[in-house]
């Protein structure tokens, strides 16, 4: 079973940081893209960024860019968003997903496997 684990969500004041983590296990995942994704009340599950398990090569959407950051650790089959100089609008629940294949994609229903979420809020 694949399983992923979210956590390092919480309240944060405007301009801070925060590093959210997700911890996979269930499979290999050598042949993996990991994506990070939000979704804010209302509004449809925003596609952030994503990593490739085998060589750590990142891709970012254009609004998660200059702030937000993506990394893994191999040895702990995890990976994270680091977040910086976060905004009230950047609150919102975080799901990290994973799909199997050799290309990058953002497509939401690409992605067969998900995290619980960890809730984010920015307060002003």
């Known amino acids: 079973q694949v399983q992923l684990v979210e956590s390092g969500g919480g309240l944060v004041q405007a301009g801070g940081s925060l590093r959210l983590s997700c911890a996979a296990s269930g499979r290999t995942f050598s042949r993996s893209a990991m994506g990070w994704f939000r979704q804010a009340p209302g509004k449809e599950r925003e596609f952030l960024g994503a990593?490739?398990?085998?060589?750590?090569?990142?891709y970012y959407a254009d609004s998660a860019k200059v702030r937000f950051t993506i990394s893994r650790d191999n040895a702990k089959v995890t990976v994270y968003l680091q977040m910086n100089s976060l905004k009230p609008e950047d609150t919102a629940v975080y799901y990290c997903a994973v799909r199997f294949g050799t290309y990058y994609t953002s497509r939401v229903n690409d992605y067969p496997y998900w995290g619980q979420g960890t809730q984010v809020t920015v307060s002003s």
């Open positions: 990593i490739s398990w085998s060589d750590g090569s990142t």
